[in-house]
């Protein structure tokens, strides 16, 4: 499928709000890939499709998963790359991919991201994605934790991993 087309399948199957952020997401994922060195039409479909199952999905722990299927039966997507990008976006995992690590903290930083500490990990990841990536982990992990909800173990494994590179 065409980018184009995508889109405006994807606008219809989302709604107004999450079009956006997907939009958001897109457009920060390719700023990213330019400055790193990444294939940047892979990061503009990985960061356009990482949330396309998530309105399909009743449980958000899952909606990654949903959307990488969802990615290949929905809109065409065979590139295996494109596809575990999009299934790791919420935790990351153990020796991820650079397109992996883009879509991940495109997803956290796009423009209509607003929360606390958003701007430092927006300016840390144009210095250092790895960097990036192990703020905005701690920084779920920490809320996930103070509201006693369900930790993703996943993102415990990726930041343990992240930080062994140091
Ligand atoms: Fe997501
Ligand atoms: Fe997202």
Do not use: W
Request: charged share 35%; aromatic share 6%.
């Amino acid at each position: 499928m065409h980018i184009e087309e995508i889109k405006k399948e994807l606008e219809i199957e989302l709604g107004q709000r999450l079009y956006r952020h997907s939009i958001g997401t897109m457009e920060e994922a390719e700023k990213l890939a330019s400055l790193y060195g990444c294939d940047i039409s892979k990061a503009r479909i990985a960061g356009l499709l990482h949330d396309c199952g998530k309105i399909r999905c009743k449980d958000n722990l899952k909606h990654a998963k949903k959307s990488a299927e969802l990615a290949q039966t929905k809109f065409g997507v065979k590139d295996k790359s494109i596809i575990n990008a999009i299934m790791h976006h919420t935790t990351g995992r153990v020796n991820m991919t650079f397109l992996e690590k883009i879509i991940f903290i495109a997803d956290k930083i796009e423009p209509n991201r607003h929360y606390e500490g958003v701007e430092e990990i927006r300016k840390e990841a144009y210095n250092n994605i790895d960097e990036a990536m192990i703020k905005s982990l701690e920084s779920t992990i920490e809320y996930v934790k103070n509201r006693n909800m369900v930790l993703d173990m996943e993102s415990v494994n990726t930041l343990n991993y992240l930080k062994e590179g140091k």
